[in-house]
């Protein structure tokens, strides 16, 4: 299990562009996003700019995952005042590590702030 802190989840995605895979799933869905929510990343641009310029504002460790070698997370980043996006990812243990972008959707912020209160 790699549990990763929000400075080191934000160093390790904006200095290892080329160990980054963008999963079909998540390419699909930031497109079709984009188009019926205005808060959500136009393109893949758009997007690799909030992960090199963004820090994340909470991270939760998704538990229940199944695969042994790959430790999964929700990784939130506040666009603006209402909205979060939320960008699921997968790290495969390995030298050096590897990320996978599995996918990408809208939240709002006070959904965010119940599942932070949640935690312990």
Known sequence: MLLLTAE????LLSTTDENIEFKLHFLDRLTK????????PQDLT????????????????????EL????EYKVFYNINEKYDIVVVLSLICSNPI???????YPLH?????KL?????
């Open 33 to 40: 996003r984009a188009q019926i929510c205005d808060v959500m």
């Open 68 to 71: 042994k070698d790959e430790n």
């Open 8 to 11: 080191k989840l934000f160093k």
């Open 46 to 65: 758009e997007f690799r700019k909030i992960l090199l310029n963004s820090f994340p504002v909470y991270i939760d460790y998704q538990e229940d995952n």
């Open 98 to 104: 590897k990320i996978k972008i599995i996918t990408v």
């Open 109 to 113: 912020t006070k959904r965010r702030l």
């Open 116 to 120: 932070y209160e949640q935690k312990p």
